[in-house]
């Protein structure tokens, strides 16, 4: 069964609407869907933050990873988003730009919805699978968001 996000339009909207008017949502400010330019800082955020964590900890410096080290910031990110996100509803990158992820179906329903262990799951592996994020929709929801069936909402 497909999330509701992938049903038709509702009476009135059309596909030359706004990012987030299909879904029912504001055109801007709080509630809105939040945009590529603001999402991309927010990952770079949480990237960097877990890059240097992990070399504050292995006392390494900046380009001195190699090998399967490398791939311990894509781990902490990935521990990073699944706590966060499913306890949450964001990130640090997300909290610092005024961003939140909700579960669609419960918006749609009219309630805020965390979106839980198992879509903070499903987001974080295909968010680190990286293309996923790329091949976005008519509302700029990534492959990973509407997989989980979440949106990335501006907060203010």
């Known amino acids: 069964m497909f999330p509701a996000c992938f049903a038709g339009y509702p009476a009135g909207v059309t596909d030359t609407a706004y990012p987030g008017a299909a879904l029912g949502l504001p055109e801007r400010g709080a509630g809105s869907v939040a945009r590529f330019p603001r999402r991309l800082v927010a990952i770079f955020i949480d990237w960097f933050a877990c890059t240097f964590i992990v070399l504050a900890a ?47 179906a419960a918006l749609q329903d009219g309630r805020p919805g965390m979106p839980g262990l198992r879509t903070a799951l499903i987001r974080t592996v295909l968010l680190c699978l990286v293309i996923p994020a790329f091949i976005v929709d008519r509302h700029g929801r990534g492959l990973h968001d509407r997989v989980a069936g979440t949106v990335l909402l501006k907060s203010r």
Request: proline share 4%.
């Open 58 to 104: 292995l006392r390494v410096p900046w380009g001195g990873l190699t090998g399967t080290e490398s791939l311990l910031p894509l781990g902490l990110f990935a521990v990073e988003n699944v706590l966060l996100i499913s306890t949450a509803g964001l990130t640090l990158g997300h909290g610092l730009l005024g961003l939140r992820v909700h579960r669609l």
